[in-house]
């Protein structure tokens, strides 16, 4: 996944999902322009389908790669939870607001660094990181974990000490953590690692369609290429030209790490989102889980 934003990150995007059944939102009002007409209600297309795909307007695509208003810009209408996403994002942004640099290499010395500064989840240390780059998969996974601070204060008198070990993106002794070992290895894993760990091996989220994605989701893609990338979900657009695009934030090299970034959507094979739902089951999951890691992914058709 980290060689995989590598090679393709100047051209990704993502998209996230919202069901209509879900009922805790954090603002009333709708946050993508399309999905209703002028009375408010949702938008039935000849054929008898409602899109409820996000498309995004000017003002929230026109933000830049480097800022902190992902709250503001894209929090109506989506999730509680999706909004704590939104403002981790934030959070994590201000570490590096030049996007803090993009690094991959695994043998590298010192060693390729999740995330750029020492990430904590209930004050409790997940990592001491050897550079203060970088990638994909770290950056997803560092708003996760600043979500579940906003979304849980106090969960350092519920959490047990072999649950936040999973949680670590170290061993103990400082090594790497390898891919599919516990909860931030099936995250960092090939495939769609958000899906790995959320929905199967910790159950505190769900899957969701990308029709159905709101901003604050978890994507991964899998790119026409082969490659692949980690990313929080932001909407769908048009460029000036009428073509397609998927908005997302993720570390990439096109953003010089930490950033938001478009892709054009007929360069995506599939994806795979994912909605943070019970961040609770931080304290109740069984860290000898196992993963399936034969999972379809799911076509964009807007």
């Not at 670590?168 to 070992?181: C, F, H, I, L, W």
């Not at 909860?183 to 958000?194: E, L, Y």
Request: net charge negative; with cysteine.
């Amino acid at each position: 996944m980290r060689l995989v934003s590598f090679l393709f990150a100047i051209v990704l995007t993502v998209v996230i999902p919202l069901r209509a059944e879900e009922s805790e939102y954090a603002i009333a009002s709708d946050n993508c322009s399309n999905n209703h007409d002028s009375a408010g209600q949702n938008v039935l297309y000849g054929d008898g389908h409602i899109d409820g795909y996000c498309v995004l307007t000017d003002a929230q695509t026109s933000a830049g790669a480097h800022h902190t208003r992902h709250a503001e810009l894209f929090a109506n209408g989506i999730p509680k939870n999706n909004l704590a996403v939104l403002q981790a994002i934030d959070k994590v942004q201000a570490t590096a607001m030049d996007g803090g640099g993009y690094f991959v290499g695994v043998h590298a010395q010192p060693p390729e660094s999740p995330i750029g500064y020492e990430l904590k989840l209930f004050d409790h240390s997940l990592l001491n990181p050897p550079r203060k780059t970088s990638y994909c998969s770290g950056s997803s996974y560092t708003a996760f974990i600043e979500a579940l601070n906003i979304l849980l204060p106090d969960g350092g008198k519920k959490i047990s000490p072999d649950r936040l070990e999973s949680l670590r993106m170290q061993e103990p002794d400082g090594a790497r953590r390898e891919d599919g070992v516990k909860f931030w290895g099936h995250w960092n894993d090939d495939g769609f690692g958000t899906q790995f760990a959320l929905v199967q091996y910790s159950g505190a989220g769900i899957e969701v369609k990308p029709k159905d994605a709101r901003p604050g989701d978890f994507m991964n893609i899998s790119w026409k290429s082969g490659l692949g990338h980690s990313t929080v979900f932001l909407g769908f657009f048009k460029d000036k030209d009428s073509t397609k695009k998927l908005l997302y934030w993720a570390s990439q090299k096109g953003t010089n790490g930490l950033g938001d970034q478009a892709s054009a959507i007929d360069k995506i094979k599939e994806v795979k989102i994912v909605r943070l739902t019970d961040p609770e089951k931080t304290f109740t999951f069984d860290p000898t889980t196992k993963v399936n890691r034969d999972v379809p992914g799911d076509k964009i058709d807007w």
